[in-house]
């Protein structure tokens, strides 16, 4: 699974990495955030109605847009990628609503008994990449809905599979838009999806365990 994620980046260095559009005349922001839980709204590429890159704020946690009551307990922060398609709360993004979540990286807990160990999970290679998910869009009210997003997962490989069984599902750049249009057939694209060799780890402080914890300190490796 992945319930805390990193991304330290501004909405300009986010836009400029992923070849995306901004907003026009969007109030929202954002800032490097090292510490993100579900539920907040962060950025999110998806395709506009032109089948270009846009960079869209969206509350991490899908909420399904058949949902008749507003979004309350545990947020759907993650899917299995193998049975998304299955699913009803995930079954229609998957086929015409998917998306990238931009990172840098995210935490995984070592162990069975508490204290658990943290572990800050990076790509060697990357500053920064992409998580694959799934987004929705739940109507509010005559014009005002709630955007959210989902994170895709699958089996873990590679030297972070004793951390976690699970990690974020990621595919090669030249596979982004192809997850991205809706016109593309999804189980091809994941059949493309990268493994664990590229990815490393370290132990890092449990105060990555609170939620007001958010400074970039919390990445720092620890012994």
């Not at 229609?92 to 070592?110: K, N, V």
């Not at 838009?177 to 780890?201: H, I, N, T």
């Amino acid at each position: 699974m992945c319930g805390r994620y990193t991304l330290a980046g501004t909405l300009d260095e986010i836009a400029s990495y992923f070849g995306a559009k901004k907003g026009e005349g969007d109030l929202w922001d954002w800032e490097p955030h090292y510490n993100i839980a579900p539920g907040t709204v962060v950025p999110v590429i998806a395709f506009d109605g032109q089948k270009q890159r846009k960079v869209v704020p969206m509350r991490w946690g899908l909420h399904p847009h058949w949902k008749k009551e507003p979004p309350e307990g545990r947020p759907l922060f993650n899917a299995r990628v193998e049975t998304a398609s299955e699913k009803p709360s995930f079954h229609t993004p998957f086929r015409r609503r998917r998306a990238l979540i931009p990172a840098t990286g995210w935490y995984e807990w070592e162990g069975v008994e508490a204290p658990k160990t943290p572990h800050y999970i990076y790509e060697a290679k990357a500053e920064m990449f992409a998580f694959v998910g799934l987004w929705d869009q739940w109507r509010v009210d005559e014009g005002v809905s709630l955007l959210s997003c989902t994170i895709l997962t699958t089996a873990a490989i590679g030297p972070v599979k004793h951390l976690h069984h699970r990690m974020p599902v990621r595919l090669p750049i030249d596979h982004w838009d192809r997850w991205l249009d809706w016109d593309a057939k999804p189980d091809f694209v994941l059949s493309q999806m990268l493994g664990g060799e590229c990815l490393r780890y370290h132990a890092v402080d449990r105060a990555v365990g609170s939620g007001r914890a958010t400074g970039s300190q919390l990445i720092e490796p620890v012994d």
